[in-house]
């Protein structure tokens, strides 16, 4: 069984960084790309980056570019999201998911598979 | 970026109705159009992939078309288990986005 599971919730104070994790199991951690997501409450959904697990390349959303970071471990077979300098507009559920495409993020296959998600709080 | 335009923002349908949900692209997006659908505090679900693709374990009341700028996800007929949020998604370019989200609640 594929499976992601995301770190616990989060509170954070403005101006603060947040890192969460996201632990693959099930298949072969290096083979698919891993996306973040994220949803403000009530709100709809978000893209934010991309990491490519076998070479640790990214792609970021320009509106996130320079706050955001995506790395990886592959002994553990763990992505990182750190989002730095947080405002209340970054308090959401935060998503990592599993692009189906095979060593690509083609896009054409969609996201298969969701971590739990991650809520993070951001208030003084 | 490229703009995904849902309508309608909420529908109300009974069990066993015919459903269908229009997604439209700022711009031509070929067939990169994927759609999701996310019940209550949970996590969204890959339901059809490519415009039209199934993904597995979907049932095949739901199914998509369209291509270039306008999309469409149709639920032949509607289960109880169906009343949820559905959301299309272009992964044409970077940044993907997402349409803000059609809500199927119960009549």
């Known amino acids: 069984q594929v499976h992601l599971v995301q770190s616990g919730a989060e509170v954070k104070k403005p101006g603060a960084s947040v890192k969460v994790s996201c632990k693959a199991s099930?298949?072969?951690?290096?083979?698919?790309?891993i996306h973040w997501v994220r949803q403000a409450p009530g709100q709809g959904l978000e893209w934010m980056a991309w990491i490519n697990p076998n070479s640790g390349g990214t792609t970021y959303a320009p509106r996130f570019q320079g706050r955001v970071s995506m790395t990886r471990d592959t002994s553990i077979s763990t992505a990182y999201m750190e989002l730095t300098r947080v405002t209340s507009d970054d308090t959401a559920i935060y998503y990592c998911a599993r692009d189906q495409g095979y060593r690509s993020p083609s896009g054409l296959v969609g996201l298969d598979v969701w971590g739990q998600g991650t809520m993070v709080t951001v208030s003084s | 970026d490229i703009q995904m335009t849902q309508s309608p923002s909420s529908l109300s349908a009974s069990v066993g109705d015919r459903v269908t949900i229009t997604c439209r692209a700022s711009q031509s997006i070929s067939d990169y159009l994927n759609w999701y659908q996310q019940k209550p505090g949970k996590a969204p679900k890959l339901l059809i992939y490519?415009?039209?693709s199934l993904q597995s374990g979907v049932p095949s009341r739901f199914s998509g078309s369209g291509s270039g700028t306008e999309f469409t996800l149709t639920i032949s007929t509607l289960q109880p288990e169906d009343f949820a949020a559905y959301y299309c998604q272009q992964s044409y370019t970077t940044p993907w986005t997402f349409g803000h989200g059609t809500k199927v609640e119960i009549k």
């Open positions: 490519a415009t039209s």
């Open positions: 099930g298949y072969t951690f290096d083979d698919f790309y």
